[in-house]
């Protein structure tokens, strides 16, 4: 007879009932897996490994299943953001930007955006930002040109790209107002040189997303290594 609190070799089961104790369970998996399952996997596999060499490893399978046959599709992924992609952004945020360094019609923008005020405040200029901001969003994440992962996002919520593109782009477009002696020509307020960096940075903002997304994913190193994330520890 078997002890209560011993286990039979043979089936396994902690007491004498003949019915096997439940196996622990596992962790839930999609019903069809596929190769995008699999790389989503690596990928937060990447996140939880603690040595540099480690991680190394995870990013060459996950490497190596992107050039899998059959796998084309993956082409269109994007998960690392590389000093590269602030270079394709600076080109793109230029390109969009020079056709309006020549146009009057941003001084005419600009002017409406600082004359038309609620209780002083220049609310239709404050609306153009805020659709930069969101047009920018929308062109990254939600246009589905490329499927685009969010990794080590910036205090933990502020996506990389997005910054990323946001940033190069508005340097851009003010220096080169700057430079092209369009910035403070006809002695503007300065609420209309704020205007008038709005309007060009709407158009390098869009350059700039495109030309970040368009070519792909970059090579290089993954800018998140360099801990732009406070408080990251990896």
Do not use: C, N
């Amino acid at each position: 007879m078997v002890d209560s609190d011993e286990r039979d070799p043979d089936t396994g089961r902690a007491d004498g009932s003949g019915e096997e104790a439940d196996p622990a369970p596992a962790d839930s998996a999609p019903d069809e897996p596929d190769l995008d399952d699999l790389l989503a996997k690596l990928d937060a596999l990447s996140d939880t490994v603690d040595e540099g060499h480690e991680r190394e490893k995870v990013r060459q399978t996950i490497s190596l299943v992107e050039r899998m046959p059959g796998s084309a599709a993956f082409a269109e992924r994007i998960t690392k953001y590389t000093s590269r992609d602030l270079a394709e952004s600076f080109v793109g945020a230029v390109l969009f930007a020079l056709p309006l360094l020549v146009e009057g019609g941003v001084f005419e923008i600009a002017a409406w955006f600082a004359a038309t005020t609620v209780a002083g405040v220049p609310v239709l200029l404050i609306g153009h930002v805020g659709f930069i901001f969101l047009a920018t969003a929308g062109l990254l994440y939600f246009a589905d040109f490329r499927q685009i992962t969010i990794r080590h996002p910036i205090l933990g919520f502020i996506p990389r790209r997005y910054a990323g593109v946001l940033f190069v782009s508005l340097v851009t477009s003010s220096l080169m107002l700057l430079f092209w002696g369009r910035l403070h020509e006809g002695d503007p307020t300065a609420i209309e040189r704020v205007g008038r960096i709005a309007v060009v940075w709407a158009a390098a903002a869009f350059g700039a997303g495109l030309g970040d997304i368009l070519p792909g994913e970059s090579q290089g190193e993954d800018l998140g290594k360099f801990d732009l994330d406070i408080g990251d520890d990896d």
